[in-house]
């Protein structure tokens, strides 16, 4: 009997469209500048991201007057529909997200691979293999169209092939 892979469910998702979850289910964050918000705080996630790149990623070039007072606005409001463990904390000029690990997909996803490629058992691989993939749902932080985004984007999506022929080859 194989045991299947239990991947907990994320409180944030970025492998694909925005997502934000709490214990009774999906948490809608309507304001479009909030998903990027929170995608953008996700892309640094646990570490500290300047007022500055944090505006540059929410508003691209149609950033407002005063940037810093916009984000605290989005900040204030986004930390409203945070469920509980994950947080935003204000530094100086900065803003981190802080979650644990298996609370960000991309993460949970990178530690599945990680495990599954570490698994002898070619069952409990593919179960490992099953869950990663079950938690992609498309581009990577689809609400950030930005070039710092690429590089993070880039490297999930290679995982992601990755992860498809280590799938493709466990099935065999």
Request: glycine fraction near 6%; aromatic fraction near 2%.
């Amino acid at each position: 009997m194989v045991e299947t892979a239990v991947v907990g469910v994320p409180r944030v998702a970025v492998l694909g469209p925005v997502e934000l979850r709490g214990p009774d289910g999906p948490v809608p964050v309507r304001s479009a500048r909030q998903r990027r918000l929170l995608a953008a705080l996700a892309l640094h996630a646990d570490r500290p991201v300047d007022v500055e790149v944090l505006a540059d990623l929410v508003w691209d070039s149609t950033a407002p007057a005063d940037p810093a007072g916009a984000l605290q606005t989005n900040v204030a409001r986004l930390r409203r529909l945070l469920p509980a463990g994950v947080g935003i904390e204000t530094g100086a000029r900065s803003y981190r997200l802080r979650l644990a690990a298996e609370d960000l997909d991309a993460a949970a996803f990178q530690a599945s691979l990680t495990r599954a490629a570490g698994e002898p058992d070619p069952a409990r691989r593919l179960a490992l293999l099953d869950a990663a993939l079950a938690l992609w749902r498309g581009r990577p932080f689809a609400e950030l169209d930005h070039p710092e985004s690429a590089p993070e984007v880039a490297r999930l999506a290679e995982l992601h092939r990755g992860a498809q022929e280590q799938r493709a080859a466990a099935l065999l």
